[in-house]
């Protein structure tokens, strides 16, 4: 899956500034250099991607959807030492966003399934309960708690949010569930 923060434009009156989903008074070479990063990301150009990322948070260092998009970059790029980096923009990520009131369950869910792969599974599972406090029917967080409880041996809880995420409409945690209990999907 490939998130990457949507943002809108706007003028407050002679200095021209930036509002995204999440933040207003951004400068507007922050904005540009973030929307120049996201654009490379999907063509898969990530060390570029990553510089425009920095670049912006040069700018405007508290910029939530650059630095959750750094974290994002570093994760595809998989570069020697960019797990490390990747972590610190993911936690860098939920600090913005829990000083500034930020709701976002896709930060919870996707730094949760960036803990899961590499096999912390506590720490993922902590993750996605934050984000299933702000969306407690989010589909995509209740099949990656089955996920986890699954690689973790717990396999009735596995099975009780795979439940859970059927009944918010999601055909993977119907897929995860009949795999689980060896019948066909």
């Known amino acids: ?42 063509k898969g150009e990530y060390d570029v991607a990553v510089r425009k990322f920095e670049q912006a948070l040069g700018i405007k260092p508290d910029y939530y ?4 998009n750094l974290a ?9 030492g960019d797990d490390a980096l990747a972590e610190d923009y993911f936690r860098k990520a939920v ?7 930020f709701r ?7 730094f949760g ?11 993922a599972e902590e993750s996605y309960k ?5 969306d407690p029917k989010n589909q995509r967080v209740l099949n990656n708690l089955g996920s986890v409880y699954e690689w973790s ?15 918010a409409g999601s055909s993977k945690a119907r897929e995860n569930l009949a795999r689980l209990e060896g019948v066909r999907p």
Request: hydrophobic share 45%; no cysteine; net charge positive.
């Open 1 to 42: 899956m490939l998130l990457l923060l949507g943002l809108t434009g706007h003028n407050l009156g002679a200095q021209e500034l930036r509002k995204d989903r999440w933040q207003r008074d951004i400068p507007v070479k922050a904005f540009d250099l973030n929307e120049q990063g996201k654009e490379l990301i999907k």
């Open 65 to 68: 959807a650059v630095t959750f």
């Open 72 to 80: 994002l970059a570093l994760d595809f790029r998989e570069a020697k």
């Open 95 to 101: 600090t913005i966003a829990e000083t500034q009131g």
């Open 104 to 110: 976002d369950v896709a930060l919870y869910n996707t």
């Open 113 to 123: 399934w960036f803990l899961h792969l590499r096999g912390r599974l506590k720490e």
């Open 130 to 134: 934050k984000a299933l406090e702000l």
């Open 153 to 167: 041996g717990d396999l009735n809880a596995a099975k009780r949010y795979y439940r859970l995420a059927i009944q």
